[in-house]
């Protein structure tokens, strides 16, 4: 079983950025696809962008040219860049294994999520 630590959050002004990390436990890292979920208070987790083992990305259109997804394999890390962050960019983020379906629809491997890393949009 794979665990997931995300940190890199925090406070920051629209326009501003962060980056966030998700280191993962288990030798066998390097095969997964690997993908970033947010949740904001009351709504559900939506996924935000993928990164497969040959470093092929995919990002949902909320986040399309000012986000992106990055992975280390030699550290077993998956990292999220965020620039020019809204406020509607605010909640906590999580990462997590992902499996693309027949539908071709991303699904989260693993049952066990992190604590995730808070993000918060605001001036």
């Known amino acids: 079983q794979v665990q997931f630590v995300e940190s890199g959050g925090g406070l920051v002004q629209p326009g501003g950025s962060l980056r966030l990390s998700c280191a993962a436990s288990?030798?066998?890292?390097?095969?997964?696809?690997m993908g970033w979920y947010r949740q904001a208070p009351g709504k559900q987790r939506d996924l935000v962008a993928t990164i497969t083992s040959r470093f092929n990305t995919t990002y949902a259109d909320a986040v399309k040219g000012r986000f992106t997804i990055s992975r280390d394999n030699t550290k077993d890390i998956v990292y999220l860049q965020m620039n020019s962050l809204k406020p509607e960019d605010t909640a906590v983020y999580f990462c997590?294994?992902?499996?693309?379906?027949?539908?071709?629809?991303?699904?989260?491997?693993?049952?066990?999520w992190g604590q995730g890393t808070q993000v918060t949009v605001s001036s």
């Open positions: 997590n294994g992902v499996a693309r379906n027949l539908g071709g629809i991303y699904n989260p491997l693993f049952d066990s």
């Open positions: 288990g030798k066998i890292f390097s095969i997964y696809s």
